[in-house]
């Protein structure tokens, strides 16, 4: 049985739409390998440039995507 911890990163990543169908035993490989990440307000999390090798699901708050100010 999956800890709660996996079992919450699960409901979290179900709530994507990308994962919305995902079957169980697949998102449950998915959430085992994911790595959170919480920023403060303003901390910047990449920039262009940076080496595109992460996939960033949102779960709470706002993004901001820009080039200069």
Do not use: C, W
């Amino acid at each position: 049985m999956a800890s709660t911890a996996l079992h919450d990163k699960i409901q979290r990543l179900r709530r994507a739409s990308i994962f919305a169908s995902t079957p169980d035993n697949v998102l449950t490989a998915v959430a085992d390998a994911v790595e959170e990440v919480q920023l403060a307000p303003n901390q910047q999390l990449l920039a262009k440039g940076d080496l595109g090798t992460s996939m960033y699901v949102i779960v709470s708050g706002l993004v901001r995507v820009h080039i200069g100010d």
